[in-house]
């Protein structure tokens, strides 16, 4: 099968679309969750003129004008009468009618995910740090201890997901519109009992739904434990009975380790390493009977929830900190990175999730959680008791000297990649939506502009850019990539610190470049975008010698257009909801914002191996150029 050359999987919340998106939606009663998809239309497959002359059109910034002219050759050539355009295209359409609901489905989920080799739990994984509690503040505490703030805000928010499984397993969450048109509902079949499973080559994606599981994944201190949350008849767990289990979930897991100095290796580890590795691991351990029980014990679990404490309590404070800790565990440690959902709880009460992003974008689950959050505040409703409530059990391991090399590897390896990752957050208080509005501008335009000049005035040249348009208004649609550098975006970089052009050229050049963006965003949203066409075309690739003629593909600028200095995604709203994700290339950045009303938030993200790149130095110039923006609106307002 053809590997998409050159593409990275899309890391955290940059694949996920917008959170904000998914709060605004309306939420108006339907019989039932998924009683819209049946109406829902398919994915459309555009016309291969169209996304040609998309194509070009987003190269024209990043190019000389030889090399354009190499390019529009190569795409002239490729969707030609005689090109392999046009046979690639057919297959496509025929992959559509064989497909049950979309063409792209399966493609994205294989090239995208499934066939990355490469450590997921910050290549892919996304990670955020969730609002604190409203009755619980954040405090210190000791070292290598659980705080009861710690457990009480992890039973909270395990009941509050429980309520979520059990409310899409009854088909009674409200489905979600925009503008009054019914949104696809089929990610949240995904978001429980859901694990990704490492295997050779191409990993495998496993869940059940209705999710059936009646046990949750703890981990604390690296030790994975099986905490039952229903009891007899299928009741569910009272909030008492939840933190008293996750109670003794900690004990067991001491005592244990009081028992053995010498521990086994940590299983879990090899979830944060190279998936091949993983693979082999797997299948040495499944050769034993009780490991093969361990194994089904993680993959069927509903979520995860990792008590962290291997904290210094100096950091309870540091946002910055416990991003990092959410987004890799301190090097990998104390996660089952391959969970659809896990929630992170800190030792200080600080929450985060840590989420597998194969089955389900940050739209939904992020909606999932801020539904979560709300009603996380306020006087406690619980439920009686269950009966025939079972004991936690330490998922228990043998674990041979091959396995024990796989372990280390991954332990390596995780640590190698979480010390190379740095991710700085930033914020412009009393700069938000509202003012932004007020221009008539969209606001994520407006950003997206800005982040180009900022790109532009900190490296000196553009910068190829992806951000994630959503695609749920199609049936099980997932994201499309919105090309947000473009000519007019460079236009406006090269102009706004050019003290020959008048001020009102450098305005009408924003207006324009706000303009390219909004026309873009819409047509990648409609399902006319470029990358999700190509990407199917390229699966329609049968031997090396299509390969060879497929003369868009072999054009350098395809690769070179694909290599996201800027890798963006938007979270809005974020008061409660804080991202970061890691670079897709070695030389770029990942952005994170948010654009509240009154409040702009964002994150930036670096490798540090990085020569070329500096985070700091590029958030104070994106603070600096959206400073000098709002001045110059500011300047030619009406009075």
């Known amino acids: 099968m053809l590997r998409y050359l050159a593409f990275r999987p899309v890391p955290a919340a940059r694949a996920g679309a917008r959170v904000g998106a998914a709060r605004r939606h309306s939420t108006e009663s339907r019989a039932s969750t998924f009683g819209n998809q049946e109406r829902l239309p398919r994915l459309p497959i555009p016309t291969l003129e169209a996304t040609a002359a998309r194509y070009l059109k987003s190269l024209r910034p990043l190019l000389s004008g030889a090399e354009y002219a190499q390019s529009e050759r190569a795409v002239a050539s490729f969707i030609g009468s005689d090109g392999l355009g046009p046979v690639l295209q057919q297959r496509l359409h025929e992959a559509d009618k064989q ?28 990670a955020a740090l969730l609002a604190d509690s409203a009755d619980a503040p954040v405090a210190a505490a000791p070292r290598g201890q659980t705080s009861g703030a710690q457990l009480a805000r992890a039973a909270r928010m395990t009941a509050l997901l429980l309520d979520a499984s059990d409310a899409i397993n009854a088909q009674a969450l409200a489905a979600d519109t925009q503008r009054g048109a019914a949104l696809c509902m089929n990610q949240f079949k995904w978001q429980f009992g859901t694990t990704r499973i490492a295997r050779a080559q191409r990993d495998e994606l496993v869940h059940q739904w209705p999710a059936t599981a009646r046990h949750i994944l703890v981990m ?25 289990q996750l109670d003794l979930a900690v004990r067991r897991v001491d005592e244990l380790l009081a028992q053995e100095p010498a521990p086994a290796p940590p299983v879990a580890r090899l979830t944060a390493g190279n998936r091949d590795n993983w693979a082999q691991a797997r299948e040495l351990l499944a050769q034993d009977a009780a490991n093969r ?41 104390n996660r089952w990175f391959d969970k659809a959902v896990q929630l992170v709880v800190l030792n200080s009460g600080r929450l985060g999730v840590n989420c597998e992003h194969t089955p389900a974008d940050a739209l939904t689950t992020g909606s999932m959680l801020m539904a979560a959050l709300a009603q996380e505040a306020g006087p406690v409703k ?18 041979g000297p091959a396995v024990a090399r796989h372990i280390e590897h991954a332990r390596a390896e995780a640590r190698a990649l979480a010390a190379n990752l740095r991710i700085l957050l930033g914020r412009m208080p009393a700069y938000g939506a509202q003012w932004i509005k007020a221009l008539g501008v969209s606001p994520d335009a407006y950003f997206q502009v800005a982040l180009q000049a900022a790109y532009f005035r900190h490296h000196g040249r553009p910068a190829p850019t992806y951000e994630t348009a959503s695609l749920r208004r199609f049936l099980h649609g997932r994201t499309e990539t919105i090309r947000s550098c473009s000519e007019e975006s460079l236009a406006f970089s090269r102009a706004f610190d050019d003290r020959g052009v008048a001020a009102g050229a450098k305005l ?4 324009r470049a706000v303009a390219a963006h909004v026309d873009y965003s819409r047509a990648a949203a409609a399902g006319q975008g470029v990358d999700r066409h190509l990407l199917g075309l390229r699966a329609q690739i049968r031997t090396p010698d299509e390969a060879a003629r497929a003369a868009l593909f072999q054009d350098p600028a395809y690769a070179r257009s694909m290599s996201f200095a800027l890798s963006t995604s938007n979270v809005t709203p974020g008061d409660k909801f804080r991202g970061g994700f890691a670079p897709v290339v070695a030389d770029g950045y990942g952005v994170n914002y948010a654009l509240d009303a009154h409040d702009l938030k964002f994150s930036v993200s670096e490798w540090r191996a990085a020569p070329d790149t500096d985070a700091a130095a590029f958030r104070e110039t994106i603070c600096q150029t959206l400073r000098d923006i709002r001045a110059a609106a500011e300047q030619a307002m009406p009075r």
């Open 220 to 244: 604390y201190r690296d030790c994975a434990v099986k905490v039952p949350v229903y009891g007899g008849g299928g009741r569910r767990a009272s909030l008492a009975q939840l933190a008293a």
């Open 293 to 333: 029980e361990a194994l089904a014990t993680a993959d069927t679990a509903l979520f995860g929830v990792c008590l962290d404490v291997d904290l210094d309590p100096r950091d309870a404070h540091d946002a910055e900190r416990s991003l990092a800790e959410f987004t890799h565990g301190g090097g990998g440690a």
């Open 508 to 511: 009408r050049s924003f207006q």
């Open 99 to 126: 497909a049950a609901a979309s063409w792209l489905e399966d493609i994205w989920l294989n090239k995208a995910y499934l066939e990355w080799r490469e450590p997921n739990f910050i290549n892919a994984n996304w």
């Open 382 to 399: 619980d439920r009686a008791p269950c009966a025939d409530l079972a004991e936690p059990a330490p998922v228990r391991w043998t674990v």
